[in-house]
Nanobody, 121 residues
Framework: QVQLVESGGGLVQAGGSLRVSCKAS????????MGWYRQALGKQRELVAR???????NYADSVKGRFTIARDNAKNTVYLQMNSLKPDDTAVYYC???????????????WGQGTQVTVSS
């Protein structure tokens, strides 16, 4: 069993910053890709950023230059530093991890429960 627990969401004014974190725990052999998605009210879930175990990153065009994803492989933790926040960034942010379980050759996708980020104008 693998659990992903996010923390660090909250309310911030436009132009401000927040950092959200996500720690994976449980029966984990290794984690390949970790990422952040978000879902605003009435909209589809969308990719925000992703990072490979080796540190390669991808970002949605809407957050490039403002958000930074990072990870600590030893702690099975991924971070999302969000700067210059806009009201359009308001959403529930979900972390995801592509996990290799012990004694398995497959990779399994796990999701956190989500953390609310609200940006006021």
């Amino acid at each position: 069993q693998v659990q992903l627990v996010e923390s660090g969401g909250g309310l911030v004014q436009a132009g401000g910053s927040l950092r959200v974190s996500c720690k994976a725990s449980g029966s984990i052999f290794s984690i390949n890709v970790m990422g952040w998605y978000r879902q605003a009210l009435g909209k589809q879930r969308e990719l925000v950023a992703r990072i490979t175990r080796g540190g390669d990153t991808n970002y949605a065009d809407s957050v490039k230059g403002r958000f930074t994803i990072a990870r600590d492989n030893a702690k099975n933790t991924v971070y999302l530093q969000m700067n210059s926040l806009k009201p359009d960034d308001t959403a529930v942010y979900y972390c995801t991890a592509e996990v290799k379980l012990p004694h398995s050759v497959r990779l399994f996708d796990y999701w956190g429960q989500g953390t609310q980020v609200t940006v006021s104008s």
